[in-house]
């Protein structure tokens, strides 16, 4: 009797597998896991945000600091400088720079411009417009990212050289972009090499320049002025809410020829808050301070922006 028990329930056992196994013969395969899919051109692994709705989200910026990175961009800057000595009635300056950079789909190159143009409002009764330099160049990422960003540049001697226009560009230095000072400076044709480093971590971020100004050509009344210039700019921020919080500070400094007032006058530095808004149309407005003795409590500056990122 149990032997007979035992020999049915095998046979049932038996029966359910090849039902379960004709069922699952009759199932459509089960399709192959799906395929690696590469990232979005422009991501990069640890940088801000990773992707963010489909599309790497935009790196943050700076006022006062270089600006080539992995990212194409085009946007303008604009300050507003009041002399401490002058009272508005008596004159003030704005100054507007237009900027672009264009990142080579797929490739670690990239190219820049950007061209400063100052406007003086009610000197002595008059106006004047001043065309600065303009600086053409490229710029190179050997890590395919923002790690490392090699520039050369080339600024031309374009800037106005007489009459007003010329006091426009001189009356109140380029605190907004103290980096890059010489492209005010008229019949002066500069060479601009350049390394940085943008590096983040959670919501804090950092970039850092350094590189030399190096003058090619200039007049002969200039001839004992300085040739070779060091730049050497640091700034952080953090990222709180929907907007970043920045601080940066600017070095200039000129290695030869001779100045007026010793070493002192070979080295220019500006220290400058700002907040910025997140997303692929930025805005920004900030401050600006010099910090030498020749600008400090002199000049005040107010500094709005726009630009627009594409990845």
């Known amino acids: 009797m149990l032997r007979r028990v ?20 009759d199932e459509p395969p089960e399709g192959p896991p799906p395929a690696f899919v590469a990232p979005p051109p422009g991501y990069e692994p640890g940088q801000p945000g990773g992707v963010v709705g489909g599309t790497p989200e935009p790196l ?20 507003w400088t009041k002399i401490d000595a002058l009272s508005l009635s008596d ?28 406007h003086l409002v009610n000197f002595n009764g008059a106006d004047g417009t001043g065309i600065g330099n ?17 520039r050369a540049g080339l600024a031309l ?32 044709t500069t060479g601009r090499l350049s390394v940085s480093t943008f590096q983040r971590n959670g919501d804090f971020f950092f970039r850092a320049d350094g590189g030399f100004d190096l003058v090619l050509d200039k007049p002969a009344t200039a001839s004992n002025a300085p040739s070779v210039f060091f730049r050497a700019n640091i700034g952080g921020g953090i990222r709180v809410q929907e907007v970043d919080l920045t601080a940066e500070l600017v070095n200039f400094a000129s290695v030869n020829g001779s100045t007026q007032n010793g070493i002192e006058q070979r080295f220019l530095h500006t220290l400058a808050v700002g907040v910025r808004t997140l997303g692929e149309n930025q805005i920004h407005f900030g401050t600006v301070f010099g910090l030498d003795e020749i600008t400090r409590g002199d000049y005040w500056v107010l500094t709005l922006g726009y630009q627009r990122v594409v990845n």
Request: no cysteine.
């Open 6 to 25: 035992l020999r049915g329930v095998l046979v049932g056992v038996l029966f359910a597998v090849s039902a379960t196994s004709a069922a699952r013969a």
């Open 60 to 79: 943050p910026g700076f006022m006062t600091l270089d600006r080539m990175d992995s990212q194409t961009r085009v946007g303008i800057q604009v300050a």
């Open 91 to 118: 004159g003030f300056v704005m100054r507007f720079e237009p900027y672009g950079q264009v990142l080579l789909p797929g490739r670690p190159v990239g190219f820049y411009g950007h061209l400063p143009i100052t």
């Open 134 to 150: 303009l600086e053409l160049g490229g710029f190179f990422l050997p890590m395919n990212n923002s790690d490392v960003i090699l």
């Open 157 to 188: 001697s374009t800037a106005s050289d007489s009459g007003n226009d010329l006091i426009a560009n001189i009356i109140a230095p380029p605190l907004d972009r103290l980096t890059d000072l010489l492209l005010i400076a008229p019949n002066y």
